[in-house]
C-alpha cells in the first residue's frame, strides 16, 4: 500500500510517500480503507520533533492520527460494527491507503468521508479545553485564533453550550466567525483593546501560538483561565500548555451528537491527493485556515 512517511526530523520536504506492509486490526481494534485523513497542527509538530518530550516516536514513523473510511478488517472482541460500514474516527498513519483505528463512530447520515475526517482530532481538542478552562454557561469565553478547526469547533460546541464567545481572527474571516454565533474582531496591533471594548472576558483559549498569552492573562485576570493548544512557553506566565489528549470515543460520540441535531459543521478549506501531503503540511504550518483541511485518499 501507499503510505506517507518520513525517516528523520526536519520540514515538510523530510515527507515520502512509500510502498509499506499493510496494517491489520489486533484486539479491539478496526482496519479501515481510507477515503479521507484528517490535517492537524500536530502531524507537522510531531514530523518536526516538536512533540518528543510529550509524544515519543520512533523513526522513521507514519503521519497523520484522524481519518474517515470504509471498514474492511475487524479485530478481536468487536461488536456492532461490520466490514463495509463507514465510519471516522482515530488511529496512527492515516495518510496511507489502509490504517487502523482505535476509537471510531459510524459515519451520520449526510456526511462525506471529506467532511467527517476533519472532526476527531478536532472535537477531542475542543471539548477538553473547553472543560480544563472551566468556563461556564453564561460566561464569556475568548479565543485566540478562532477560524481554524479547533477554533470552528469551540465556537459551536460552546454556542450549544450557552456560552458567549468572544473570537479574534483576520478581516477575510470575520463573517464567518459571525456565522458561527461569535461576536468578532479582528488580530494585529490593538486586538487587545479592541477585544476590552467588548466587555469582560472570563476564560480564554489560544489556539493559534501568535504570543498572546500575556494579554490573554491580562483580559482575564488570571492565568489560570487561560490555555494554549499552541504555545509551549504558555507555562512560564502561569497559564496552562494542554497537549494530553482524553477520551476519544465520548469526543466521537459527542461529534455524532452535534451533527446529528444540525448544530456541527466543520468547512474543508482545502483537500490535497495523498501525494501532495507535504504541500498540506506547509499549508499547515502557515496557518490562517477557515475550517480544515484534509488529505483524500
Known amino acids: 500500500m501507499k503510505k506517507m512517511s518520513f525517516a528523520e526530523?526536519?520540514?515538510?520536504?523530510?515527507?515520502?510517500?512509500?510502498?509499506?506492509?499493510?496494517?491489520?486490526?489486533?484486539?479491539?481494534?478496526i482496519r479501515v480503507a481510507v477515503r479521507a485523513a484528517g490535517v492537524n497542527p500536530v502531524d507537522w509538530r510531531i514530523r518536526a520533533g516538536q512533540m518528543q518530550q510529550m509524544l515519543p516516536i520512533v523513526l522513521p514513523a507514519g503521519v497523520g492520527q484522524d481519518a474517515a473510511g470504509v471498514v474492511d478488517e475487524v479485530g478481536e472482541g468487536i461488536e456492532g460494527i461490520e466490514v463495509g460500514d463507514p465510519v471516522f474516527g482515530a488511529?496512527?498513519?492515516?495518510?496511507?491507503?489502509?490504517?487502523?483505528?482505535?476509537?471510531?463512530?459510524?459515519?451520520?447520515?449526510?456526511?462525506?468521508?471529506?467532511?467527517?475526517?476533519?472532526?476527531?482530532s478536532v472535537m477531542e481538542t475542543?471539548?477538553?479545553?473547553?472543560?480544563?478552562?472551566?468556563?461556564?454557561?453564561?460566561?464569556?469565553?475568548?479565543?485566540?485564533?478562532?477560524?481554524?478547526?479547533?477554533?470552528?469547533?469551540?465556537?459551536?460546541?460552546?454556542?450549544?453550550?450557552?456560552?458567549?464567545?468572544?473570537?479574534?481572527?483576520?478581516?477575510?474571516?470575520?463573517?464567518?466567525?459571525?456565522?458561527?454565533g461569535a461576536v468578532a474582531t479582528t488580530y494585529g496591533e490593538g486586538w487587545a483593546e479592541r477585544v476590552r471594548a467588548l466587555g469582560p472576558v472570563d476564560a480564554a483559549l489560544d489556539l493559534a501560538g501568535a504570543g498572546v498569552i500575556g494579554e490573554l492573562i491580562e483580559l482575564t485576570g488570571d492565568p489560570r483561565k487561560v490555555i494554549s493548544i499552541a504555545d509551549l512557553t504558555a507555562p512560564e506566565l502561569g497559564a496552562r500548555f494542554s497537549g494530553v489528549a482524553g477520551s476519544m470515543p465520548d469526543a466521537l460520540a459527542e461529534t455524532v451528537r452535534l451533527m446529528s441535531r444540525g448544530k456541527l459543521h466543520i468547512p474543508v478549506a482545502k483537500s490535497y491527493a495523498l501525494v501532495d501531503a507535504t504541500l498540506a503540511h506547509i499549508?499547515?504550518?502557515?496557518?490562517?485556515?477557515?475550517?480544515?483541511?484534509?488529505?483524500?485518499?
Not at 283 to 297: K, P
Open 9 to 29: 526530523f526536519g520540514g515538510p520536504e523530510v515527507l515520502r510517500l512509500i510502498d509499506a506492509e499493510e496494517p491489520h486490526a489486533g484486539p479491539g481494534q
Open 126 to 180: 475542543a471539548l477538553r479545553i473547553i472543560r480544563e478552562v472551566g468556563v461556564q454557561p453564561g460566561e464569556r469565553l475568548l479565543v485566540s485564533g478562532a477560524s481554524g478547526g479547533v477554533g470552528s469547533a469551540v465556537l459551536q460546541v460552546a454556542r450549544d453550550r450557552g456560552i458567549v464567545v468572544i473570537g479574534t481572527a483576520g478581516a477575510e474571516n470575520q463573517e464567518y466567525l459571525h456565522s458561527l
Open 283 to 297: 499549508d499547515s504550518q502557515a496557518g490562517h485556515t477557515r475550517g480544515r483541511r484534509v488529505v483524500l485518499i
Open 91 to 120: 488511529g496512527v498513519d492515516t495518510y496511507a491507503e489502509f490504517a487502523v483505528l482505535t476509537a471510531w463512530a459510524r459515519l451520520p447520515e449526510g456526511a462525506t468521508f471529506e467532511e467527517a475526517a476533519g472532526y476527531p
